[in-house]
Every structure is written in structure tokens, then in C-alpha cells.
């Protein structure tokens, strides 16, 4: 099942519920929605036969708690909050029950067919159909609304494979590649290029770079540079930079609630950090980030850590980390993986648990 998950990992299959709490001025809004995906039946399936027990301490509850009631919209939080306990649990599982090295391995299958499907759409300037909307795929060309494109002589429509936007796909393809090595990262790395993601086209380089060691390099870095970008698009930023820092300031102990900045504006952030304090509050973003720097500290494999930063780096630049179940699923899956196999092997405690 393992397997099944890391294959489906890249696919956005799933079917949304709109009740009226998940409008906004009576439009629909794919952040608000409650969603059950693909991947959401087979870690449901995962639970069913392996009843794996989690502990969140006293304090997480009643912060947790207090942020589903100051919310906009405590609904949303409280389906929000269903999402990262379903992840938490499943991050426990993989530390406890599953041997990461063997399965992480399985992510080359989900690169090479999102990426097979990324250049079919980037050569036909439109979504391909078929078989590729059971995985998830929309149906867009480079004449569709807020489509993403760049201007290089002509319009080019970014492909987005199955995910919601170009970025996220470059995210993906960026900390996938680094973590697959060989012949796979190839094929991501030069897919990435086609997602013209910057951020993430950045984060690739400099994994490679410090990889290979090959600071010589290090000018390949103001590549990202040359890529096309919109003016309005850097406007829209700031703006959004501004909101959050508007509603950490009127909101700073509970924020808006899990899930909900997007009622203020519309669309999140473009930092995870700045997007989880706007979210959770000060108090509760803090034992968040206590908890993931805590789990990072432990990773001490340079391969692991030059992963980590290139996260890090495209957290910066982006809000998918937070905001698309896709990349958290990702990220569930790295940090289980970085943390079991800190050291390169795997600790004594969790063979200990595992052998029982």
C-alpha cells in the first residue's frame, strides 16, 4: 500500500465537498473545500490494519482547540486540522512500521509518469485528457483564464501535469529529484526546467551544486534569474506579504485559523512561515516550528540536509508546503525518511520497534 502511495502521490484525484461555508462571496474556493482524495482512501485503508497510536501533548490540544474556535470559519479549521492529525499519524507509522529505504526508492515511478505527462502537455500547449483525469489532471490550454504562461517570443503555457500550478509541480520535481538520485533526478531536473519555477529551478541547482561539491558552479545559480517573469506577479507578493503581516499584527495569538487566510485574501502567501504564524498565531506557529526544527536538528546525512534546504528554500518563495495536501504528503514522506535514516542507517531505537 506504501507503494500504491508514493505511485498516486503526485495525483490530485479527488472529490470536493462545497457546502457554503467553503464560498467566498458566493464563489468557490479550492483551499476551503473539504476534500477526500485518492491517497486520503488508501492511508484510511493503511489505519484500518495497522493501528499505530499518536500522542499530541496537553498544550497542541488546547492551542489546536482555541484556533478552531477564533477562526473565520471554525469549520474549515476543524476539516484542516482532520488533514495534519492524518498525516501525523502517518508519519509515525513510517518511522515505526515500514523500511523507508526500500520504499522512498518507489517515488521514480511517480516522477517518471508525472513528468512524461508534463512534456505532453508542454508540447501540445494543453492538457492531453483521456486516461490522465482519473489521475487528476484539469483541462486547460494556453487560452484558459489565470492559466499559467510565460512570454519567449510567444506565449508558452507552464505545464502543470497534476498538480494545481506550474510551481507546485516544480516543488515537487525539485525535492523529489534530490531525493531519488541516478538517472531519475535527470529526468526530473530537466522536466523542472520546463515548469520555468524559479524558486524551485534554484533550490535544484544548488542541491546539485553541494552535492557534487562543485563550487565552481556556484554562478550556474543566477540562471533562475532569466526566466521570464510578470511584474504584476511580484506586486501581488508584496501585497499578499503585507496581508499577512496585517493579520499577525490584529491576530496574534490565534490567528485566523487553520486554513483560512485566503477568506482575507485571495490566494495564500507566498512564505510558509509568514502563511503558518498568519494561520496558527504566534504561540501555536512557534511549538510548530519547535517541533519541526526538532525533527531536523537529528539529520545529520548531507544529502539529507542539502533536501532540507532546498524545502526550506522553496518555503520561502512559495506556499505549497503548507497549503496543497500533495507536497504535505511529500513532506510527510521526507521527514519520516530523514529522521529514520539520519545517520544513514537506521537507529537502534526504531529497529528495536520494528522487529517486535
Same mark, same amino acid.
Do not use: C, D, M
Given at each position: 500500500m506504501i507503494f500504491l502511495l508514493l505511485l498516486l502521490l503526485p495525483s490530485q484525484l479527488g472529490f470536493h465537498f462545497w457546502p457554503d461555508w467553503a464560498l467566498v462571496n458566493g464563489i468557490r474556493v479550492d483551499y476551503l473545500s473539504p476534500t477526500l482524495y485518492l491517497t486520503d482512501l488508501i492511508i484510511l485503508i493503511i489505519w484500518a490494519f495497522n493501528r499505530v497510536k499518536v500522542k499530541v501533548p496537553l $498544550?497542541?490540544?488546547?492551542?489546536?482547540?482555541? @484556533?478552531?474556535f477564533f477562526a473565520l470559519s471554525p469549520l474549515t479549521s476543524i476539516f484542516k486540522w482532520l488533514r495534519v492529525l492524518e498525516y501525523f499519524w502517518l508519519f509515525k507509522y513510517l518511522i515505526l512500521k515500514i523500511d523507508l529505504k526500500l520504499k522512498i526508492k518507489k517515488l521514480? +515511478? %511517480?516522477? &517518471?509518469w508525472t513528468s512524461i505527462l508534463a512534456w505532453m502537455q508542454f508540447?501540445? #500547449?494543453?492538457?492531453?485528457?483521456? %486516461?490522465?483525469?482519473?489521475?487528476? /489532471?484539469?483541462? +486547460? @490550454?494556453v487560452f484558459t483564464p489565470n492559466i499559467a504562461k510565460v512570454f519567449w517570443e510567444e506565449l508558452i503555457l507552464r505545464p502543470y501535469a497534476t498538480f494545481p500550478h506550474p510551481n507546485v509541480l516544480g516543488g515537487f520535481l525539485a525535492i523529489a529529484g534530490i531525493l531519488s538520485g541516478g538517472w531519475i533526478s535527470a529526468i526530473a531536473f530537466t522536466t523542472l526546467i520546463i515548469t520555468f519555477s524559479r524558486t524551485a529551478i534554484f533550490a535544484a541547482l544548488a542541491a546539485v551544486i553541494f552535492l557534487k561539491r562543485h563550487y565552481s558552479l556556484l554562478p550556474l545559480l543566477l540562471l533562475p534569474l532569466l526566466i521570464p517573469g510578470s511584474p504584476d506577479s511580484l506586486i501581488g507578493r508584496n501585497d499578499l506579504i503585507r496581508t499577512s503581516l496585517d493579520i499577525i499584527s490584529s491576530n496574534p495569538l490565534f490567528g485566523t485559523g487553520l486554513g483560512n487566510f485566503v477568506r482575507l485574501s485571495s490566494q495564500p502567501v507566498h512564505n510558509v512561515f509568514l502563511l503558518a504564524i498568519? /494561520?496558527?498565531?504566534?504561540? &501555536?506557529g512557534l511549538i510548530f516550528a519547535v517541533w519541526i526544527i526538532k525533527f531536523c536538528l537529528k539529520i545529520v546525512n548531507w544529502k539529507l540536509k542539502i533536501a532540507l534546504a532546498a524545502v526550506m528554500i522553496t518555503a520561502s518563495g512559495d506556499?505549497?508546503?503548507?497549503? $496543497?495536501? #500533495?507536497m504535505q504528503l511529500l513532506f510527510t514522506f521526507f521527514l519520516a525518511? %530523514?529522521?529514520?535514516?539520519s545517520h544513514g542507517q537506521l537507529s537502534d531505537i526504531y529497529r528495536r520497534r520494528i522487529q517486535r
Open positions: $498544550i497542541s490540544i488546547i492551542l489546536i482547540t482555541l @484556533n478552531i521514480k +515511478f %511517480a516522477i &517518471l508540447i501540445k #500547449q494543453s492538457s492531453i485528457g483521456g %486516461a490522465w483525469y482519473w489521475l487528476g /489532471e484539469r483541462s +486547460f @490550454n498568519s /494561520e496558527l498565531g504566534i504561540p &501555536l506556499h505549497y508546503w503548507w497549503s $496543497i495536501p #500533495q525518511y %530523514a529522521v529514520k535514516y
